[in-house]
T-cell receptor, first 116, second 109 residues
Framework: GAVVSQHPSWVICKSGTSVKIECRSL??????MFWYRQFPKQSLMLMAT?????????EQGVEKDKFLINHASLTLSTLTVTSAHPEDSSFYIC????????????FGSGTQLSVL | GQNIDQPTEMTATEGAIVQINCTYQ??????LFWYQQHAGEAPTFLSY????GLEEKGRFSSFLSRSKGYSYLLLKELQMKDSASYLC??????????FGGGTRLMVKP
């Protein structure tokens, strides 16, 4: 069964609004979670590393003020796309490692964001 | 960057064998992942190689050569359901995982 839950699965919003995506580790604590973005027919691009209790680490080219990451608990990380624009439309997916599973990353089911 | 390179697309016939290659920069390398991803779905784990050699798991096998910065995923007895994208991912220093562009495999009858 799923070990990482992501919600919502899809969202449509108007340009200029903000959208929050949640990523939960279901039966384990995740001090670190990873957020990826994926455009159609392209691979996953790492956006940021979410660290529980501290600031996220963003990859080069990713706007910190636009993609707000909060990792307030050991089982929840959120990604908020602020003032969304049509070019932010993409598939966003989170992942985490589970203790005892080594380096394997478990992925959430992803969120398809469409900005009108 | 990590310079992870893999073919963009491949086509193979049902029942056949296909090999998907992946090359990467060797500096700061910790291990090599392969994931399968069907369109619109989350990637699912296939393999993780740290040491040189071939690891076999049923119809899927993965090979790694650390000195050459090279890996391949071998799929045997192809089935239609194997049509998907196959992502080569590099586990880097700091335990971040970065992916290549993915290889879209189409299995034809």
């Amino acid at each position: 069964g799923a070990v990482v839950s992501q919600h919502p699965s899809w969202v449509i919003c108007k340009s200029g609004t903000s959208v929050k995506i949640e990523c939960r580790s279901l039966d384990f604590q995740a001090t670190t979670m990873f957020w990826y973005r994926q455009f159609p027919k392209q691979s996953l691009m790492l956006m940021a590393t979410s660290n529980e209790g501290s600031k996220a680490t963003y990859e080069q080219g990713v706007e910190k003020d636009k993609f707000l990451i909060n990792h307030a608990s050991l089982t929840l990380s959120t990604l908020t796309v602020t003032s969304a624009h049509p070019e932010d439309s993409s598939f966003y997916i989170c992942s985490a490692r589970r203790t005892g599973e080594g380096e394997k990353l478990f992925f959430g089911s992803g969120t398809q964001l469409s900005v009108l | 960057g990590q310079n992870i390179d893999q073919p963009t697309e491949m086509t193979a016939t049902e029942g056949a064998i296909v090999q998907i290659n992946c090359t990467y920069q060797t500096s700061g390398f910790n291990g090599l992942f392969w994931y399968q991803q069907h369109a619109g779905e989350a990637p699912t784990f296939l393999s993780y190689n740290v040491l040189d050699g071939l690891e076999e798991k049923g119809r899927f096998s993965s090979f790694l050569s650390r000195s050459k910065g090279y890996s391949y995923l071998l799929l045997k007895e192809l089935q239609m359901k194997d049509s998907a994208s196959y992502l080569c991912g590099r586990n880097n220093a700091g335990n971040m995982l970065t992916f290549g562009g993915g290889t879209r495999l189409m299995v034809k009858p």
